[in-house]
């Protein structure tokens, strides 16, 4: 990118040219689902990494560590269900200069507040803790090299080194009519074949952004975390081409949304350690963005600590830009405490902070005790390992994923602040003197309807990790979406911010479009595509990385007959999409399930809302069912499958949420009905697999029929209702050459695999 482009990019924006844009459709979640075509990218912003450092300052890359003293914090123990956070300590915070630099107005001090993380009852239940006391910093823990000491080190500054500081975000600024437009406007996903995804998955809308040319971490990541970088991973770059490409998105802060998000295990099959590679690279970025951030804010302090010793007055214009109006930048957000706890583990083992002194960081044991033991949730299934500790019982047919995503604490309810010194990390801190929160989306949503200013510690946040959000639309999607809303908003208190040195697009209510969201996933789905489409509005742009789908057919154990049938629907058929498979069921499907003269059929519904539609409609049909959702008693779950499997009740409604959560093996099934396709491919195998004891002159029964006929009379095995508003859902399951045939494919209403 020529310099003075990235000049431009820098300046006020009455001088910066405007990013091209793209209307956005009226429709949510189910253009999103629409062969994931209607999820068009262009880039908002322009180019791979934005402006050059000479636009930015040389000042801002000759970053250095000042001595600092930890806030002490006041811990709290748990109580309930929920995580309680401590109370910063009174006293100065490490980023404050001295009193006479803050007389002059220059500086922030993000001290403690109230710890306003914590419930009513939590408040009233917690035990307080003796403070960590202040840490004695070595005076010779230096930053990250200057610009200067680069050039020295290496022979000269790329463009794409110089160019990632502007992640510092010094003098940019939105007008308000860039603002609305970035408001209304989203950016176009091309449509995408399966040729083109290939076998690796592909990158879409990354035109602009040149893969990495070697595996090498790049030298503008801060030195010191290079180093501890290869002294964990013991390589001196990434691991893979993949993670190298991941972490080059996330360095030119773009909105990245990673389709291929998967759970790696502790340990491989021989005992080996796993390194999860796209986890590393988010924590790269993350504790080089906090560092960073916090080396920039403590050599602006200095130097106005010096100018106000020298009797120099410092004008308001002159006063750095460098602060928003609270101190965390980065909200990490995952779905349990057991998920949480190890990106935290492994965000300590790579920050240079915690390494180096044997009290580099407090609180350790108790975030091994609250976050990654077993929680003993489900005592009637526990055992006792070689070591008598307790842990979940599973059977057999459990799939390892299961076992790997649900090991250690599986509570919902958390939240915890993370504070980087330099020479030292800090846990469980009152959110407001923290850098980084881990929370789940029920965490913070709780702490937001504690009182009208909840919010603030929100209203800075410039990276947001969602992690294993596929997982969290399993919970309750509907809270991510109220805090994405609540963030970056203007703060009901200022605390004791200083308002002179908060960056102006801050001032202005346009800190949104300078947050950058990072969502993983293992899939795409309508409601996250939705989500990062339309809630996520970075001016720097988006990309998506699209992965493969080749179904997983070829995984049924059992050899049966699975008959897809299309439910008609337009495009304009969007907001009555539930109604017509509700009629299509009613008319079609459900008559040829009384007629079955044996019991043994599952109906499968994914939605939740529908499974109550369904039920409902079964009482009313007056058919015999018995019940599996995620609000089912354990004694009446199996009490259900039990009278299913014994004949005593012809039909067993299923839930997806039911099945994710307690994967229970269903027996006596003879007839799989999908009223919905699961969101997770693997469901489907799995619940096929269910009909491996049923009887095989039932299940062969009509496997001459013809593709597309009309069904007359029962017949054994799989059906699997679709639309067109499924076409994510399909392809996962069948890929993504059957899926487009199938749903462009109208003369053909039904499809059958044998």
């Not at 960590?132 to 080194?161: F, H, Q, R, T």
Request: aromatic share 6%.
């Amino acid at each position: 990118m020529p310099a003075s482009d990235a000049r431009k990019r820098s300046r006020r924006a009455s001088d910066r040219a405007r990013p091209k844009t793209a209307r956005v459709d009226a429709s949510d979640g189910a253009n999103a689902a629409r062969e994931d075509s209607e999820d068009e990218l262009e880039l908002a912003g322009g180019d791979a990494y934005g402006a050059l450092l000479a636009s930015l300052g040389a000042n801002v890359a000759r970053e250095s560590d000042e001595d600092e003293d930890a806030s002490s914090s006041d811990a709290s123990e748990r109580s309930g269900s929920e995580m309680t956070t401590s109370s910063a300590s009174d006293g100065e915070d490490e980023d404050s200069p001295p009193a006479d630099a803050r007389a002059g107005g220059s500086a922030r001090s993000s001290g403690a507040a109230s710890d306003s993380s914590e419930s009513d009852d939590e408040s009233d239940a917690r035990g307080e803790e003796s403070g960590d006391g202040n840490d004695d910093d070595d005076a010779d823990d230096d930053a990250s090299a200057s610009a200067g000491e680069k050039l020295e080190e290496g022979g000269g500054m790329d463009e794409d080194e110089g160019a990632l500081a502007r992640h510092l975000r010094v003098g940019e600024t939105l007008a308000d009519a860039e603002a609305e437009a970035l408001k209304t406007q989203r950016v176009s996903f091309p449509k995408t074949s399966a040729e083109s995804v290939g076998k690796k998955g592909a990158w879409e809308g990354a035109n602009g952004l040149e893969p990495p040319k070697t595996l090498d971490v790049p030298r503008f990541v801060n030195a010191k975390l290079r180093e501890r970088w290869r002294t964990v991973t013991g390589s001196e770059g990434f691991a893979s081409e993949d993670q190298a490409r991941l972490y080059s998105m996330l360095a030119a802060y773009v909105d990245v949304q990673h389709g291929n998000r998967m759970l790696i295990p502790d340990q491989g099959p021989a005992g080996q350690q796993l390194n999860d590679e796209t986890l590393d690279a988010v924590c790269l970025h993350v504790i080089d963005h906090v560092t960073r951030t916090r080396n920039r804010v403590m050599k602006n302090n200095e130097s106005l600590a010096k100018k106000a010793k020298a009797g120099v007055k410092v004008i308001e214009d002159d006063l750095p830009r460098d602060q928003g109006f609270v101190r965390p930048t980065v909200l990490f957000l995952t779905p349990m405490r057991n998920i949480a706890g190890r990106a935290i583990m492994r965000l300590l083992e790579l920050c240079p902070a915690a390494h180096g002194r044997n009290d580099a960081v407090n609180k350790l044991e108790r975030i091994e005790e609250d976050f990654l033991a077993y929680d003993g949730s489900d005592s009637e299934d526990e055992v006792e390992d070689e070591h008598g500790n307790k842990k979940k019982k599973y059977k057999p047919f459990v799939p390892d994923d299961h076992k790997a995503l649900f090991k250690g604490n599986t509570d919902d309810h958390f939240r915890l602040g993370l504070k980087l010194t330099k020479a030292s990390v800090r846990l469980y801190v009152d959110f407001f003197g923290a850098d980084i929160i881990f929370a789940s989306p029920l965490g913070i949503v709780t702490a937001l309807q504690d009182e009208k200013s909840a919010a603030d510690f929100l209203s800075a946040i410039e990276i947001l990790v969602i992690d294993h959000a596929h997982v969290i639309q399993m919970q309750n999607w509907a809270h991510v979406a109220t805090l994405v809303d609540a963030m970056n908003a203007l703060p009901k208190d200022t605390r004791d911010c200083d308002i002179q040195r908060v960056h102006e697009s801050h001032l202005n209510g346009h800190a949104r479009h300078l947050r950058q969201t990072i969502l993983l996933s293992a899939f795409q789905t309508p409601e996250i595509n939705a989500l990062f489409n339309r809630r996520c509005v970075n001016f720097e742009g988006k990309v998506r990385f699209r992965a493969p789908q080749r179904g997983v057919l070829g995984k049924l154990a059992v050899k049966t007959r699975q008959q897809f049938e299309r439910v008609a629907m337009k495009a304009s058929d969007v907001v009555d999409a539930d109604d017509i498979r509700f009629k299509y069921f009613t008319k079609k499907v459900l008559p040829r399930i009384r007629e079955n003269p044996e019991p043994g059929v599952v109906i499968f519904v994914s939605s939740y809302f529908d499974f109550v539609r369904v039920r409902n409609l079964l009482v009313a049909e007056d058919v015999s069912f018995a019940v599996n959702s995620e609000y089912t008693e354990p004694r009446e779950a199996a009490r259900a499958r039990t009278l299913f499997a014994d004949g005593r009740k012809r039909v067993l409604l299923l839930s997806e949420r039911a099945h994710f959560y307690f994967r229970r093996r269903i027996k006596g099934a003879r007839e799989i009905c999908f009223y919905s396709l699961p969101e997770h491919r693997d469901f489907y195998p799995e619940l096929v697999s269910y009909l491996a004891g049923s009887s095989a002159a039932a299940s062969a029964r009509a496997t001459d029929a013809v593709a597309g006929a009309p069904v007359v009379g029962h017949v054994a095995g799989v059906v699997a209702l679709f639309s067109k508003l499924d076409a994510l859902k399909l392809e996962r399951i069948v890929g993504c050459a059957r899926a487009r045939k199938m749903i462009d494919d109208d003369e053909r209403p039904m499809f059958l695999f044998v």
